[in-house]
Structures are given as structure tokens and as C-alpha cells.
């Protein structure tokens, strides 16, 4: 009588436990291919934005700046001593602005 209790007791648990860390592993994995899907996203976009400033996928865009026409919303890629040169001859211009920096 206590044996079938406490063995249904022990399968209630074991099974209650089950559904508990796999709802916890398959929580951790989905964040983890969310994150792994936004670099994929970010990786792509700057493909866009490096084909739309220099025509080619890959490459030129490296080592320099990624500037935005605040007016016509062009894109420009820009080595960090033009952009230090156009802000020393104009350093309240507000035309352009840093998208991002490449390293």
C-alpha cells in the first residue's frame, strides 16, 4: 500500500520534473537562435547597405564609416579622415550623420 503510493508519488515528480527542465532547455535554445538569426539579419543588412554605397557585397566598406544623407536618406561610405575633414570645416553640419563605424 505505501510502496504504490510512494512509486506514484516518485512518477508524479519525475514526470513534473521533466516537463519543467524541458520547457527550460527549449526556452534556452530558442534565445540562442533567436541571437543566431539576428547576426544572420545584421550580416545581410550590411550587405544591403555595402551593395547600395559600392555596388559590391563585401569588401569596401571595411575600415571606414557608413554616413547617411539626412536629407535624401543616401548612404555614403566615408574614410574616418574625410569625415574629421568635413566636420573640422563644418562642425555644426547636421546634413550627415554615423550610421556606423567599421573597424
Given amino acids: ?17 521533466f516537463f519543467v527542465l524541458r520547457s527550460f532547455f527549449l526556452w534556452y535554445w530558442k534565445i540562442n537562435d533567436i541571437i543566431k538569426t539576428q547576426n544572420q539579419t545584421n550580416n545581410l543588412l550590411w550587405q544591403l547597405v555595402n551593395i547600395q554605397t559600392t555596388g559590391k557585397p563585401y569588401g569596401d566598406a571595411q575600415g571606414k564609416m557608413v554616413i547617411k544623407n539626412t536629407l535624401t536618406g543616401e548612404l555614403h561610405i566615408l574614410s574616418r579622415e574625410k569625415w574629421e575633414h568635413l566636420i573640422k570645416k563644418n562642425p555644426k553640419q547636421t546634413l550627415y550623420k554615423i550610421i556606423k563605424e567599421n573597424e
Fill in 1 to 17: 500500500m505505501y510502496i504504490d503510493t510512494f512509486l506514484t508519488v516518485i512518477i508524479l515528480l519525475v514526470i513534473g520534473l
